[in-house]
C-alpha cells in the first residue's frame, strides 16, 4: 500500500505538488493521470526518496523508503528506462541491483525470461532499442519480486505485442493482490488496463475513483437512434417529456436517458428502430473535461503555410542526401509468468 498524506513540494516559488492525499491499495490497477506539469514525476520520486519533499508524508507498507533495507522486496518501480550503464549488459545491470539487495542470481534469469530478453541478457544495454530498454526497465521493477510495483509510461517504445503483454502483467500482479500505480498519457491504454484512478492538475488532487464512476462523472451520455419514422418519432419523444435533437446524418440522440425506456416507448407506439445504443464517452472525453482548466501548456491553432517565398529553403524530398531507410527493431517476445513468491530470492 501507498499512503500520501499532505505532501507537498516546492522549487522556490514554483509548487510541483501541492498537498496531495490518496491512497493506492493493493488488488487493482490504479492509474495515475495528469496534464502535462501536473506533478505526477515529482510524486513518483518523492515516493522514491528521489525528492525531498517541502511537507507531508508518503509511505510504502507504513514506513518510509529510507527505511527500507531492502527496498526492491517492497517496490519496483521503472521511472527512466534510460537510467541504466550503456557500458554493462542486461544481465550484469540486474545482477548490480540484486547483489545491492541480497537477492539471489537466479532471480535475474527468471526476470529476463519473464520480460522476453534472454535471448540478448549478453549484450550491452547502449545496443537496445527504446522498446528494449523499456523491458529491461520492467525486469528490475519485478527483480525482488515486490508486493508494490510503480510505472511511469511503461508502453514508451513498447510495440503492439509489448503492450499486451504489459498490460496482462500489471492485471495479472494486481490480481496476485500486489498493488500496481501506473502513469501514462495514452488514454486508449489505461482504459484497457487501470480499475482505479487518481488524477492530478497543477499537483492538486482533481479525482481519486474508480474508472466507470469518472467517466460517468466528468462527461455525457446520451442515447442514439436511427428509424425510418423520425417526424413521428420525434413527436412521440417530445410528448413524453424527451428532448430529442436531429443529427445531420438523419439519427437522434436524446441526453441522459435510457436506451431500454426509449426502447419500450417506441415498441408502445409500434416505431420501427434500426439503431437504439446507448452512447458513452470515452476516458481520455472524461479526462479532457476535468483537466481543462488545469492544462500549464497549451497549443496554438495550427497555422495554414502559404507556398514558400523565393529565398525560402524548399523541402527535402525523402531519401534525399542518402539518408538511410530507418532501420527495423528485433521484436522480442515474452509470456508472463508469475513471479515466484516469498522474499529474499
Known sequence: MIELQGLTKRYGDKTAVDRLTF???????????????????????????LDTPTSGDVRIDGKHYAQLSEPLKYIGALLDAK????????????LCLAQANRISRHRVGEVLETVGLSAVARKRSKNFSLG????????????????????????????????????????????????VFVSSHLMSEMALTAEHLIVIGRGRLLADTSMADFIAQNSRSCVRIRTPQIEQFKDVLTAAGHTPVQNGDGSLEIQGDDAAVLGELAAQHQVVLHELSQQRASLEEAFMQLTAESVEYHAGEAVTAGPPGPGAPQPVPPGAYGQPDPQEQPQWGAQWRAPRSGKGR
Not at 488488488?27 to 518523492?46: C, H, I, Q, Y
Not at 537510467?83 to 540486474?94: D, E, K, Q
Not at 519485478?142 to 510495440?159: K, R
Open 83 to 94: 537510467a541504466i550503464h550503456g557500458g554493462r549488459t542486461a544481465y550484469h545491470h540486474l
Open 23 to 49: 491512497t493506492v491499495r493493493p488488488g487493482v490497477v490504479t492509474g495515475f493521470l495528469g496534464p502535462n506539469g501536473a506533478g505526477k514525476s515529482t510524486t513518483m520520486r518523492m515516493l522514491l526518496g
Open 132 to 179: 528494449m530498454g523499456q523491458r529491461l526497465g520492467i525486469a528490475g521493477a519485478l527483480l525482488g519480486d515486490p508486493e508494490i510495483l510503480m510505472f511511469d509510461e511503461p508502453v514508451n517504445g513498447l510495440d503492439p505485442e509489448g503492450i499486451h503483454w504489459i498490460r496482462n502483467l500489471m492485471k495479472s500482479l494486481a490480481a496476485q493482490g500486489r498493488t
